[in-house]
Nanobody
Framework: VQLQASGGGLVQAGGSLRLSCAAS????????KGWYRQAPGKQRELVAQ???????DYADSVKGRYTISGDGAKNTVYLQMNNLKPEDTAVYYC???????????????????WGQGTEVTVSS
């Protein structure tokens, strides 16, 4: 299963961006969707996620500004980012977990895929 992230760019403080992450491949089900980010010189951190229970979780630093959502029909995960701040500058990665479809040759398998990262730069 491959993920293609897009939507990053340069924006002024207070602006908005919408990131997308499209999953492709032989997907039977998705039970986890998440967005992470890694700023220069820092470790990757969780930004927002939708675990298997369907509830949404957010890092304290983005609560009230970011919204994670998913489109099951398109196997796509979104991250709407509003009121962006310079400290939001980072490379954003999507992470999706689930199971592949079974076939005549292969049984269904668990997958844990990461997108390639999309860069978000917020200027002050």
């Amino acid at each position: 299963v491959q993920l293609q992230a897009s939507g990053g760019g340069l924006v002024q403080a207070g602006g908005s961006l919408r990131l997308s992450c499209a999953a492709s491949g032989s997907i039977s089900s998705i039970n986890y969707k998440g967005w992470y980010r890694q700023a220069p010189g820092k470790q990757r951190e969780l930004v927002a996620q939708i675990p298997s229970d369907g509830n949404t979780d957010y890092a304290d630093s983005v609560k009230g500004r970011y919204t994670i959502s998913g489109d099951g029909a398109k196997n796509t995960v979104y991250l709407q980012m509003n009121n962006l701040k310079p400290e939001d500058t980072a490379v954003y990665y999507c992470n999706v977990k689930g199971r592949t479809r079974s076939s005549a040759l292969y049984a269904s398998q668990f997958f844990d895929s990461w997108g390639q990262g999309t860069e978000v730069t917020v200027s002050s």
